[in-house]
């Protein structure tokens, strides 16, 4: 079935430097793909998206490709701020619904 | 901007209780979804609703749980005899339609206890 996969957290940063996470996916035909955000104590919010191949999401600074060739749509930021601190989940959609990765936790000290 | 509203944000039931979670979608989206996010782990699709009935429910969408439109607002999950193992986030939300490109607006989550 339709799934996704995230690089396992948590991830430590310091403040300015060069984030990614990564994420693969498998789906039987060609899915939309994003990225959500979930900061403690609240709820989802959409960061970026991305609906075909090569496309580039883009939102805050932070970047992903849509790259069909290799299953993949990685997250990345420059500079990362103390702010970034939160789960990040990748996420597809084919048919209707939205489906998780398992959440890679960032922790950004100053 | 518009929003999805859930209420309560949190809520302690005793186990065997029933409880009702509630959303209200954004006013011109079609289909609504719950989402489960047991502590620390992934978000889970519960169930998809379109035009008034189900149009898709994931294995954990079980006898005990139920979705209801009852007016033109709210969008309803019912959890008939609580578990404790019942207790997680739970997300409601809505999007246009349901292509793909559609986004999606979730609500803040309802906290759900069962001690």
């Known amino acids: 079935g339709d799934s996704v996969t995230q690089m396992e957290g948590p991830v430590t940063l310091s403040e300015e430097a060069f984030l990614t996470i990564n994420c693969t996916y498998t789906?039987?035909?060609?899915?939309?793909l994003f990225w959500y955000v979930q900061y403690p104590g609240e709820g989802l919010q959409l960061l970026l998206k991305a609906t075909k191949a090569d496309d580039k999401g883009s939102n805050k600074g932070f970047e992903a490709t849509y790259r069909k060739e290799t299953t993949s749509f990685h997250l990345e930021k420059g500079s990362v701020q103390v702010s970034d601190s939160a789960v990040y989940f990748c996420a597809l959609t084919l048919r209707g619904k939205l489906i998780f990765g398992q959440g890679t936790e960032l922790s950004v000290k100053p | 901007e518009p929003e999805v509203t859930q209420t309560p944000s949190h809520q302690v039931t005793q186990m065997g209780q029933e409880v009702i979670l509630r959303c209200v979608p954004i006013s011109n989206h079609l289909y609504f979804y719950w989402y489960r996010q047991i502590l620390g782990q992934k978000v889970e699709f519960l169930v998809s609703?379109?035009?008034?009935?189900?149009?898709?429910k994931s294995e954990i969408f079980d006898d005990q749980f139920s979705v209801e439109r009852p007016d033109g607002s709210n969008f309803t999950l019912k959890i008939r005899s609580t578990k404790l193992e019942d207790s997680a986030m739970y997300f409601c939300?809505?999007?246009?339609?349901?292509?793909?490109?559609?986004?999606?607006?979730f609500g803040s989550g309802t906290r759900l206890t069962v001690v």
């Open positions: 789906a039987t035909g060609y899915p939309s």
């Open positions: 609703f379109y035009n008034n009935e189900i149009s898709e």
């Open positions: 939300a809505s999007s246009e339609a349901a292509g793909v490109g559609y986004g999606y607006t």
